[in-house]
Nanobody, 122 residues
Framework: QVQLVESGGGLVQPGGTLRLSCVAS????????MGWYRQAPGKQRELVAG???????IYADSVKGRFAISRDNAKNTVYLQMNSLKSEDTAVYYC????????????????WGQGTQVTVSS
């Protein structure tokens, strides 16, 4: 059974940077595509970035050029480097896993980790 532990969030000023980490267990990590999601108050959870097991990447238009997703299969960890942060990036960030990269966008999963709060404010 998959377990996901997100970390690295915090309070940052506009224009700042953060690096989020998600450690996955209970799955054959290198065989899975991984996604980072966010959910702001009153809004639906949305896919921010995804990375395939072959290292293909997809990004939401709102974060292209500012965020970068990467993975370390030896550590069962997926990262989200967030640069040039904006107030609208404020949300709880989650990760999840799927066997198909393009299925990540549906966010149709029963299990979610606790997430990590990112707050962008001056």
């Amino acid at each position: 059974q998959v377990q996901l532990v997100e970390s690295g969030g915090g309070l940052v000023q506009p224009g700042g940077t953060l690096r989020l980490s998600c450690v996955a267990s209970g799955i054959s990590f290198r065989s899975y595509c991984m996604g980072w999601y966010r959910q702001a108050p009153g809004k639906q959870r949305e896919l921010v970035a995804g990375i395939g097991n072959g290292f293909s990447r997809i990004y939401a238009d709102s974060v292209k050029g500012r965020f970068a997703i990467s993975r370390d299969n030896a550590k069962n960890t997926v990262y989200l480097q967030m640069n040039s942060l904006k107030s609208e990036d404020t949300a709880v960030y989650y990760c999840n896993a799927d066997t198909v990269l393009m299925k990540l966008a549906a966010a149709d999963y029963d299990y979610w980790g606790q997430g990590t709060q990112v707050t962008v404010s001056s």
